[in-house]
């Protein structure tokens, strides 16, 4: 089965930075868009960022600037570099990808099972 993996999540300084990783594994003929979403306690889920396989990104408004989704189709994975960390980034961040397992079937959305990441000094 596929599976996306995120990692790189932990407790971090306001204004201290971290680095997500995601990584596609298992039958995976290919992968189309690939993004992070957050969700903090009481909130909905949230798009962060999210890039095309040809390299076309899009933030949430509010975090570009802060926030750099890249990804490395060879390898198939999928990062979020995160600098200037704020306390209100403090959030569950999932990886998501739309990935065909055949060229015989149609793409699927999968999800990670997240990684937490707080920001408090």
């Given at each position: 089965?596929?599976?996306?993996?995120?990692?790189?999540?932990?407790?971090?300084?306001?204004?201290?930075s971290l680095r997500l990783s995601c990584a596609a594994s298992g039958s995976i003929f290919s992968?189309?868009?690939?993004?992070?979403?957050?969700?903090?306690?009481?909130?909905?889920?949230?798009?962060?960022?999210?890039?095309?396989?040809?390299?076309?990104?899009?933030?949430?408004?509010?975090?570009?600037?802060?926030?750099?989704?890249?990804?490395?189709?060879?390898?198939?994975?999928?990062?979020?570099?995160?600098?200037?960390?704020?306390?209100?980034?403090?959030?569950?961040?999932?990886?998501?990808?739309?990935?065909?397992?055949?060229?015989?079937?149609?793409?699927?959305?999968?999800?990670?099972?997240?990684?937490?990441?707080?920001?408090?000094?």
């Amino acid at each position: 089965q596929v599976q996306l993996v995120e990692s790189g999540g932990g407790l971090v300084q306001p204004g201290g930075s971290l680095r997500l990783s995601c990584a596609a594994s298992g039958s995976i003929f290919s992968i189309n868009d690939m993004g992070w979403y957050r969700q903090a306690p009481g909130k909905e889920r949230e798009l962060v960022a999210r890039i095309t396989s040809d390299l076309i990104t899009n933030y949430a408004g509010s975090l570009k600037g802060r926030f750099t989704i890249s990804r490395d189709n060879a390898k198939n994975m999928v990062y979020q570099q995160m600098n200037n960390l704020k306390p209100e980034d403090t959030a569950r961040y999932y990886c998501n990808a739309d990935i065909r397992t055949s060229w015989m079937r149609p793409r699927d959305v999968y999800w990670g099972q997240g990684t937490q990441v707080t920001v408090s000094s």
